[in-house]
């Protein structure tokens, strides 16, 4: 009786795995979109003297002061560290007592510069006082950085953060202490934290069409497998970049880079796939710079869609405010949106099941994003957020998932570049 009343299966063929596959059209035609973005971006960069990528701060007439940062040679970098000690022997003899001049990089102290469409540091400083209860500490904090960062200088060798933390433990007690005091000592010394020799551990990942060499060793990225090449830390070990590829995919995940990597997206669509695993590190912003300005590629971003990924978007894009004095080396211009945005949430047809409510947290820092100038230059980001915030839902790239596991790669994004649906 059984055997004869067979159940229905789900269909299993690939039209019924991966809806809307159907709409797509040949590859060709994705890859002449390709090349004309490519063409167009490339051209761009290479007539415009007035693209944000040009300007600098010098070329501006702002009503505000503010400053930056600039890579110095070790030899400089000594030589800032001994005068500086210096010049706080001589207040300390003349009995003005012992005291670091500081940049704040307070929430108020910084600026969004449309013209440069990145966020920089206004030229406001505190006094951190050595006979002060309250600054005691971080002075003292202060000068043990500013000592081990001479002794690198001296040596010439590099060390990450975690081997600054552990030279003294008791006095630093917290990682975020010594590394919130090491971006206060580039803007003392106006120089950028790579100029320090000190970085961070390895983190973000790049794979696909892309060769360059590292420290002398050609690194072929096609060629390394699904983890792909780990991104240096030191950028000054990074060189003689060449690529075929089309653009480059920006993703926030690891999750998504590592579906991409293994369906080996970038060769469909010969791309080099980049991500630093969430929060955008230093290395990671310094790599895509390099390979923007280098390579001359448009950059495609993919993240999710709640208000966090669009803050990890503009902090690749217009910069952080944690390090906003050095947003001349760290961000990288005209990154495009591609996906996921919260009006693909209907587009796509994503399953209510795979979406997730926003809590107020997530609301309030929508709105606060609505709120910034950075946001308020991009209608389409607007736009979307407004959608966001009323819609109060928000969702993962892993959500696309739920049509398959390679919908990602095999229909999403194909459909996406067949559009040109990015902002």
Not at 114 to 124: A, C, H, W, Y
Not at 171 to 179: G, K, R
Not at 248 to 260: G, P
Not at 397 to 417: D, H, N, R, T
């Amino acid at each position: 009786m059984a055997d004869n009343k067979k159940r229905r299966r789900a269909p299993t063929d690939s039209a019924a795995a991966l809806p809307f596959k159907s709409s797509l059209k040949p590859d060709s035609v994705l890859l002449k979109i390709l090349h004309d973005l490519k063409t167009t971006t490339s051209s761009a960069a290479s007539s415009s003297t007035t693209s944000p990528a040009a300007l600098t701060l010098a070329d501006l007439s702002l009503s505000t002061t503010c400053r930056e940062v600039s890579d110095l040679p070790l030899a400089t970098v000594q030589t800032s560290i001994e005068s500086l000690m210096l010049s706080i022997s001589h207040s300390v003899l003349s009995g003005h007592g012992f005291s670091f001049s500081v940049p704040s990089r307070s929430s108020s102290n910084h600026l969004y510069v449309p013209e440069l469409d990145r966020i920089v540091l206004k030229n406001k400083s505190t006094d951190r006082l050595f006979a002060n209860v309250s600054t005691v500490r971080k002075t003292t904090i202060t000068t043990r950085i500013l000592q081990l960062i001479h002794q690198l200088c001296l040596k010439n060798i590099h060390v990450t953060k975690r081997d600054l933390f552990y030279t003294d433990v008791k006095l630093f007690q917290d990682q975020t202490q010594s590394d919130t005091v090491l971006d206060d000592v580039s803007c003392i010394l106006g120089c950028t934290r790579s100029s320090l020799n000190v970085v961070a551990a390895e983190k973000g990942v790049v794979v696909g069409r892309l060769i360059f060499s590292d420290n002398g060793d050609m690194i072929d990225c096609t060629k390394m497998g699904m983890g792909g090449k780990a991104i240096p830390p030191n950028i000054d070990r990074v060189g003689d970049m060449s690529s075929d590829a089309l653009f480059i995919l920006l993703v926030e995940k690891d999750a998504a880079y590592m579906r991409l990597a293994e369906d080996r997206f970038y060769n469909r669509f010969p791309c080099i796939i980049v991500t630093a695993k969430g929060q955008p590190d230093v290395a990671t912003r310094l790599f895509l710079r390099k390979m923007k300005r280098e390579l001359k590629l448009p950059v495609l971003a993919l993240v999710d869609s709640d208000p966090y990924g669009l803050k990890i978007l503009s902090v690749y894009g217009c910069g952080s405010k944690n390090m906003s004095y050095d947003s001349a080396n760290l961000t990288t211009p005209d990154i495009k949106w591609l996906g996921i945005r919260p009006s693909d949430l209907d587009k796509y047809k994503i399953p209510e099941q795979c979406r997730l409510p926003m809590t107020e947290q997530d609301i309030k820092t929508g709105k606060d994003l609505l709120e910034e100038d950075f946001v308020k230059k991009n209608p389409g980001w607007v736009e979307e957020l407004n959608i966001m915030v009323k819609s109060k839902q928000k969702a993962e790239i892993q959500a696309l998932s739920s049509f398959g596991f390679q919908y990602l790669s095999e229909v999403y994004l194909p459909m996406k570049l067949q559009q040109k649906d990015w902002l």
